[in-house]
């Protein structure tokens, strides 16, 4: 699916022409740098079939090509001169065009082009050595100019793009590419993580790793792990970005089939653990239930203006209330079953616990490559709670967050951040992988879809919370950043000298 609004919107002000046409060919989106181009505004351009863009020289091999990718679904290769008010600013494009279909079910073709600019300059010697280099690899290679611009791909990369033997990357032909233009080859939903990645690298002059989607000649995407080194002068500074493409696909669709098989298997034994329990509960509930029906309408029976006896009546109905509390007592059985044991409240210091659960989660942490971050209050007050009950809880929360941002590209933070008032002291556990709204669509998901286990930990971690006077909330803050957030009574003398009220 591609929403055709989203993508112009971040499409406007890129350096590449770039147009959306419906199955028609007609020219539904244009950006800023096209419609200069050809120096026409958006409702011309709206008016027009993206074919009228094409040199008339070039135009009926440009519609062959588009009525073939359209046929065969495949995608959209072609070099033609664009039209435009001055040479300047036309001349020959590559271009790449990629069937989408949009979220009302339209079929949308979203086309991407890249100016080739004739300067005339020599090749300088370092780049040719660095092109027989890289074209001896078997491996997918390239470089980019200290700019972040894509100059030369070797012929491993070559054929996977399907780029012909002419194409201007094979020879590093093109001296003043867009910082961007490599874009062109990736899936439309990369380009923002990824022109992001690049600008940043640009920036610190420091290799890293990103991952994408790679169009190939067969027309399908696969994922890859690629890694830029930047290649200095003598003087230290940047002159080209030199870089490899490691195909993960199969790894990665692999990864990804193990995680969603773990869900299955997770959700199964969650599913028959609620079963068996439902099960379990109804066996015993169903007698005592069944007996208060029965007595309830003995003793309207009795109470009729024809079979008036009060006595009977009465037995009747004491009978509901034994009955009543006996159910009573097995619902009152099960809660305890959850709660294990009431909570025994004392005098208890947050730091204390958030550091002995950090220190048993921190080999997981640092498998999965999060960071922690702790806000820790210095001036943090006693919480008057059970320190058993609350550590339980902490683990899960941080379990369950680390969960949720095991499969999150991006980088990777869970924060930790206590404060007070006068009544209460509060603890937030807060990541970036999650997509929690409120406690409640949560606890709704529970009935809906089957469940997770996290969810049911969430559940169970309120109750918990709950039944020390306390409140736990999840908030979705911007940035797709959850934070749940616990609030405990603070501590006081009075409460050590006083009888607990939760109970022993």
């Not at 036309?90 to 979203?110: C, R």
């Not at 005339?120 to 491996?139: C, D, F, I």
């Not at 590209?409 to 206590?418: G, S, Y």
């Amino acid at each position: 699916m591609i929403d055709t609004s989203v993508l112009a919107a971040f499409l406007e002000y890129s350096p590449n022409p770039t147009w959306l046409a419906d199955s028609d060919g007609r020219c539904i989106y244009a950006n800023q740098e096209l419609r200069e181009i050809a120096a026409l505004s958006a409702a011309q351009l709206g008016n027009l079939n993206w074919l009228e863009l094409v040199a008339e020289e070039d135009r009926q091999m440009s519609s062959g090509l588009w009525q073939e990718a359209r046929i065969h679904h495949q995608p959209y290769r072609a070099r033609f001169t664009l039209r435009a008010r001055d040479s300047a600013r036309g001349g020959a494009a590559d271009v790449v065009g990629t069937e989408h279909i949009a979220p009302d079910g339209s079929e949308a073709w979203l086309f991407t082009a890249v100016v080739s600019a004739s300067c005339g300059k020599a090749l300088p010697s370092v780049e040719a050595n660095l092109q027989v280099t890289l074209n001896a690899l078997p491996a997918q290679a390239w470089y980019a100019r200290a700019s972040g611009a894509l100059a030369f791909v070797n012929g491993a990369t070559a054929d996977y793009l399907g780029l012909p033997s002419d194409h201007r990357l094979r020879f590093a032909a093109d001296f003043e590419a867009p910082w961007d233009a490599h874009l062109i080859f990736l899936h439309p939903e990369d380009h923002l993580s990824s022109s992001k990645n690049w600008a940043e690298q640009m920036q610190t002059e420091r290799p890293r790793d990103d991952q994408f989607r790679i169009l190939g000649a067969n027309g399908k995407y696969r994922w890859f792990l690629t890694r830029a080194e930047p290649l200095r002068d003598s003087d230290g500074q940047v002159k080209y970005w030199v870089g490899v493409n490691i195909d993960i696909d199969d790894k990665k669709r692999a990864s990804e089939a193990l995680d969603e098989a773990r869900e299955r298997i997770g959700r199964a034994t969650q599913s028959a653990a609620i079963a068996e329990l439902s099960a379990s509960l109804s066996d015993k509930i169903v007698q005592p239930l069944a007996a208060v029906v029965a007595n309830a309408r003995a003793a309207l029976n009795w109470l009729s203006s024809d079979n008036l006896n009060i006595s009977q009546a009465n037995a009747a109905l004491e009978g509901v209330v034994r009955d009543g509390m006996s159910a009573g007592n097995i619902v009152h059985e099960m809660r305890q079953f959850f709660d294990n044991r009431r909570p025994r409240p004392r005098a208890i210091d947050l730091k204390i616990l958030i550091e002995q659960v950090l220190s048993l989660q921190a080999p997981d942490v640092r498998n999965k490559g999060i960071e922690i971050e702790c806000e820790l209050n210095p001036d943090l007050p006693a919480a008057f709670a059970d320190a058993a009950q609350i550590r339980h809880v902490l683990f899960n929360l941080v379990v369950d967050a680390c969960e949720a941002m095991y499969r999150f590209e991006e980088p990777k933070k869970l924060t930790l951040r206590t404060g007070f008032t006068d009544d209460h002291v509060s603890l937030e556990v807060e990541n970036n992988g999650g997509c929690i709204t409120s406690v409640e669509h949560m606890l709704k998901a529970v009935v809906a879809d089957g469940s997770r286990g996290a969810v049911v930990a969430l559940a169970i971690s309120r109750s918990i919370i709950v039944a020390q006077g306390g409140t736990l909330e999840a908030i979705r803050r911007e940035g797709g950043v959850t934070c749940v957030r616990i609030e405990l009574p603070r501590f006081s003398p009075l409460q050590a000298a006083a009888p607990s009220r939760h109970g022993s």
